[in-house]
């Protein structure tokens, strides 16, 4: 248990919004989804058309939020882990699409990668 209640509520509202970004992407990806990364179509719709990969802005937000209702260090620690795993997959994910896909390349120039309004 968090040693600061306001940390465990913070985490707890993060956890949420999380998985309802999680949700809407999968939503949108349907067929698409796979837990290697491949390339079956571009999806550009729903959240696909504010960040190039919401599902990963999704469970990056889950994890914050289930990390600081932990409260720990070592917690927040594995956290940035996860952050860096995520950003080497979202990266082999999108070599994969802009080879295979050309509307996948304008598609990158116009969106942005993890958080809309910044790179």
Not at 34 to 39: H, L, N, S, T
Request: aromatic share 14%; glycine share 8%.
């Amino acid at each position: 248990m968090p040693h600061r209640l306001d940390l465990a509520w913070i985490g707890l509202l993060l956890t949420l919004l999380g998985y309802g970004v999680s949700l809407w992407a999968l939503w949108h990806l349907r067929g698409s989804f796979a837990i290697m990364a491949e390339a079956r179509r571009a999806v550009t719709s729903g959240p696909y058309q504010y960040v190039r990969h919401p599902l990963y802005l999704g469970e990056t937000l889950t994890l914050l939020g289930l990390c600081l209702m932990i409260g720990t260090a070592i917690a927040l620690l594995f956290w940035a882990v996860f952050i860096g795993m995520q950003m080497a997959r979202a990266r082999i994910e999108e070599a994969k699409l802009a080879r295979q896909f050309d509307e996948y390349r304008t598609y990158r120039l116009r969106t942005r990668f993890i958080l809309p309004g910044l790179y």
